[in-house]
Nanobody
Framework: QVQLVESGGGLVQPGGSLSLSCAVS????????MGWYRQAPGKQREVVAD???????NAAVSVKGRFTISRDNAKNTVSLQMNSLKPKATAVYYC??????????WGQGTQVTVSS
């Protein structure tokens, strides 16, 4: 059973920063892509950013230049640094991995609230 454990969510004021981290229970060489998704109330889950084993990244247009995804293959972790946060970033953020054998796994989600 692959487990993903997220940490780092919370409440932050507009313009502030938060960092999310996700620890995965399998070795990184078994994971093609690691990423972060979010789901706001009443909306569909959407991709925020992802990163391949080799370090290639993709990010949603809405977060480019403000959010940075990184991956530590030695520690089997993926992180998301979020800067200049806006209220519309309020959502539950989910860690996601796509394995080399074609399966997808999700974390339990961590709440991020951007509010004054």
């Amino acid at each position: 059973q692959v487990q993903l454990v997220e940490s780092g969510g919370g409440l932050v004021q507009p313009g502030g920063s938060l960092s999310l981290s996700c620890a995965v229970s399998i070795s990184s060489f078994m994971i093609d892509v690691m990423g972060w998704y979010r789901q706001a109330p009443g909306k569909q889950r959407e991709v925020v950013a992802d990163i391949t084993y080799g370090g290639s990244t993709n990010a949603a247009v809405s977060v480019k230049g403000r959010f940075t995804i990184s991956r530590d293959n030695a520690k089997n972790t993926v992180s998301l640094q979020m800067n200049s946060l806006k209220p519309k970033a309020t959502a539950v953020y989910y860690c996601h991995v796509h394995t080399t054998w074609g399966y997808d796994y999700w974390g339990q989600g961590t709440q991020v609230t951007v509010s004054s």
